[in-house]
């Protein structure tokens, strides 16, 4: 299958939603049922062009600090979870977990600038864009070398010397 369009959720309290494809990254933040209704209505067979080939969800896991931290965004999180598993199963669209750490050590804030994702994303959306930026490379959506530090100038020479 040709990945053309993903999607990507961080579930909580306030739920983050990042889309890439065709048109770029497009990504918002909301309540878990504002972004649960936006995430059904992509998932409708009726635009195909506007529909996710794979769609990628922050994992949680349950552990005393997270239960000492807010039992209701915890709750939020594990049902905003079920229910996006349930719309593409549905939908026939696969549903892949990322830990959070994945998600954050490949993509952090200076990754989202190179690629110019940020400034501009709140941080549920930026969250979402992350697990998104991590899958975007891992399906081949975008290439892992458009992640790489610009060659700062003056520091290579043609020579095999170092330059200063």
Not at 88 to 116: I, M, N, T
Not at 128 to 139: P, Q
Request: glycine share 10%; hydrophobic share 35%; charged share 25%.
């Amino acid at each position: 299958m040709t990945v053309r369009r993903i999607t990507a959720l961080d579930p909580g309290g306030t739920t983050g939603l990042a889309t890439y494809g065709h048109d770029g990254l497009s990504a918002m933040q909301g309540s878990p049922d504002e972004i649960l209704d936006q995430l059904e209505y992509s998932l409708k067979p009726f635009d195909w062009d506007e529909r996710p080939d794979i769609v990628v969800c922050e994992s949680f896991t349950i552990s005393m600090h997270t239960l000492k931290k807010s039992r209701g965004g915890s709750n939020a999180a594990i049902e905003t979870i079920g229910a996006a598993r349930y719309l593409c199963r549905r939908a026939g669209v696969p549903f892949r977990l990322q830990s959070p750490g994945e998600a954050k050590g490949f993509a952090s804030d200076s990754v989202l600038r190179r690629v110019r994702w940020l400034p501009g994303l709140p941080d549920h959306a930026r969250d979402a864009a992350r697990h998104l930026l991590l899958a975007c490379v891992t399906e081949g959506l975008i290439p892992a070398e458009h992640l790489l530090p610009p060659e700062e100038t003056g520091t290579l020479t043609t020579e095999g010397g170092s330059s200063g």
